[in-house]
């Protein structure tokens, strides 16, 4: 098993002891479903319960499995990044290992990727979670990264997904942005698609997972909707807010001079102090611009986007 | 590191070294520093170490950095590299500091465990038994604490006041951070990402990279570093360094979130000075240009955007620059065709990728 594997299975891990067997079971039954070359690499994410010998059972007696352990708990954005470096295959499955995804959807992923996708999302139609806690908020985060995105999907949420290896790879992951990832591959040129798959509530094991996440994943949208915007042509973006400063500063001229004819001499402070203000801070924005570009540049010099450099030849 | 080529010179020829790295069990690096480095207690202190390290059967190598010192001082390793062995000496052309000094050292190393002293015994020899003794118990990194303490109350009272800033701002629990006498396994030095003063933060970034750090009490012997009494821009520099610390460790990934909330909280409060005066205005006339509200809104207005700006920029340099996206976390590979478990350490990293 090198270098032509067809297909990876990502799995993060995270105290999921008690979910191990009957994972283990169910990944035995799809893999004759699998092309042949499949491996799965669980990243064990820190876990302190039992899980960390229960997958070095696994990767010895099963010979598709591979395990990556993170020194401490980095959260589910890293192990799913290293597990991305760590894939050897041309694609790559993410699921979840709490039994909720369902290992007989990957098929149906991959007809999809067959048909010319980089990336199907899995949408859990009938989500067997609480509705108040769990899917309310989804639904409200899935359409607010629909709008602020601009790539609708119906479930941002779920962990079952099939990745183009060759983008995911050229993505780099940080903080909490896993949950993004088809918005963040369509700026590479990504064609994204989604189909229903099955959910099953969870059985055994804890959930990580509750409410407080509402208000950290609304920040996260919008930092990503930020970067993305910013990143791309920073010295536009710097620029587009130096031009509504200078706007706002050019507006008060006319009130200033207005002022001055009508020979209020107090209010002549307040003016001009906002005028130069402006003037400045357009200054300010304009040479954060040059400097973003700068450092957009640099980088662009040693290591060109893959994808994107793909699509080109597409 | 730019700083390898010719910024130093090296005593005992390095190109003479065995390759192979498990001839000894330890290397003890001692730092000189650019300050009043008394040879005979030099000296001593290496004859103590090198005593106890015989003593307990622990095959070492020491080796020196001057830092930038020079002079008497290089003519006093140059006779000591002639008596003793498996003696290791580096020499700056200028003082570069301790972590650049631990960092290059480390890569002079044979041996998988090192520890670092003063040129002075600060502590006692013996608690080089205990450190080795730690590390080859499962800890990575091992410091230590002064027992005993022989400087003065002052001294121990500032020393006490920073361990417990430290402790409170990045929540690791370790009670001398200044003391430099320390142990770690050689391969997770690169994993560790220090620099300039951040030095003595060491054991505290090694647990935030997921390290097992531990500390054992060490009895004090001296204490013979610049004085540090009353000193008010060492104590403005601890405190920046204890800032740097908390950004670093808390917002490194997401700059954007700190600056970001800070910038955006700055918009609103002046947003909302300025509806004030609004309200003011249309409600009871009272004027707006002639009041200084105006101009606070104002600036905080403008502020906001520029702090979340720089945000911006340190969020663009992370997504366009992020280079290491995970190698550093990454403890162990289990395959099954090997059936190794190959720690993560040092050689073994580029295999996996």
């Not at chain 2, 935030?208 to 403005?236: C, D, K, M, W």
């Not at chain 2, 800070?262 to 004027?287: C, E, Q, T």
Request: aromatic share 10%.
């Amino acid at each position: 098993m090198t270098s032509d594997v067809e297909l990876s299975l990502v799995i993060p891990i995270y105290n999921e002891e008690k979910c191990i067997p009957p994972l283990e079971a169910e990944l035995i039954r799809v893999m004759p479903l699998l092309p042949a070359r499949t491996e799965v690499v669980f990243v064990d994410d820190g876990s302190r319960d039992g899980s960390s010998a229960l997958l070095r059972e696994v990767v010895a007696r099963r010979p598709w499995a591979r395990m990556v352990r993170l020194r401490r708990n980095f959260g589910q954005t890293q192990a799913i990044a290293t597990g991305f470096q760590y894939a050897r295959g041309k694609t790559i499955v993410c699921m979840d290992g709490d039994l909720q995804n369902d290992p007989e959807d990957i098929p149906r992923l991959l007809e999809r990727m067959e048909a010319g996708y980089d990336i199907v999302s899995g949408w859990r139609k009938n989500r067997q979670d609480k509705l108040w806690t769990r899917k309310l908020p989804s639904r409200v985060a899935n359409w607010l990264i629909g709008q602020i995105l601009g790539v609708r999907l119906h479930d941002y949420g779920c962990s079952l997904k099939a990745y183009d290896a060759r983008i995911m790879k050229s993505l780099r992951l940080y903080s909490d942005m896993h949950r993004f990832l088809p918005a963040l591959a369509t700026r590479c040129g990504a064609r994204v698609t989604e189909i229903p798959v099955n959910h099953r509530a969870r059985t055994l094991g804890k959930s990580k997972y509750g409410l407080s996440r509402v208000f950290k994943v609304a920040v996260d949208i919008i930092v990503i909707k930020l970067i993305t915007d910013f990143s791309d042509r920073p010295a536009h973006a710097f620029g587009r807010m130096a031009g509504v400063f200078l706007f706002v500063g050019l507006l008060t001229v006319p009130l200033f001079l207005y002022n001055i004819s009508q020979g209020y001499r107090a209010k002549n402070i307040v003016l001009p102090s906002v005028i130069f203000l402006c003037a400045l801070s357009s200054l300010y924005f304009f040479a954060l611009g040059m400097l973003g570009d700068l450092i957009v540049r640099v980088r662009n010099r040693d290591s060109t986007n893959y994808a994107r450099s793909t699509m080109v030849e597409a | 590191m730019t700083l390898q080529t010719g910024a130093f010179t090296t005593e005992n020829d390095v190109s003479a070294a065995p390759t192979n790295r498990e001839e000894f069990d330890v290397s003890v690096i001692a730092i000189a520093s650019n300050e009043h480095v008394d040879a005979e207690l030099f000296v001593s202190m290496i004859d103590s170490i090198r005593e106890v390290a015989h003593r307990e059967n622990l095959r070492t190598e020491i080796i020196v950095v001057d830092d930038g010192i020079g002079g008497d001082f290089w003519r006093c390793i140059q006779i000591l590299s002639q008596r003793v062995p498996n003696f290791r000496a580096l020499r700056f052309r200028r003082t570069f500091g301790e972590s650049v000094a631990v960092r290059i050292a480390v890569g002079y190393s044979r041996a998988p465990l090192v520890v670092t002293t003063t040129w002075y015994l600060q502590v006692a020899p013996d608690a080089l038994i205990e450190v080795v003794k730690t590390l080859r118990n499962g800890a990575d990194f091992v410091a230590t604490r002064r027992t005993k303490r022989v400087d003065s109350a002052v001294a121990r009272l500032q020393s006490w006041a920073f361990n417990r800033v430290t402790t409170r701002v990045t929540g690791v629990q370790l009670h001398d951070l200044n003391c430099s006498f320390r142990g770690f396994k050689r391969s997770i030095i690169d994993r560790i990402n220090f620099h300039g003063d951040l030095f003595r933060f060491i054991p505290i970034l090694a647990v935030s990279q997921g390290f097992r750090v531990e500390e054992v009490p060490v009895a004090h012997l001296a204490e013979r570093g610049p004085s540090t009494f009353l000193n008010i821009s060492l104590y403005l520099r601890r405190f920046l360094d204890i800032f740097g610390l908390f950004f670093l460790m808390k917002f490194t990934k997401k700059p954007l979130r700190f600056f970001g909330l800070s910038g955006f909280a700055m918009f609103m409060a002046g947003a909302l000075i300025a509806a004030f005066a609004a309200v003011r205005k249309i409600v009871n006339d009272i004027g707006v240009l002639d009041r200084p509200e105006l101009v606070l809104a104002l600036f905080l207005m403008v502020l906001g955007p520029i702090v979340l700006s720089i945000g911006l920029i340190g969020e663009i340099i992370i997504f366009t620059q992020g280079a290491q996206t995970s190698d550093y976390c990454v403890d162990e590979v289990v395959e099954h065709d090997t059936r190794t478990s190959s720690r993560k350490d040092g050689e073994k990293l580029g295999a996996g990728r």
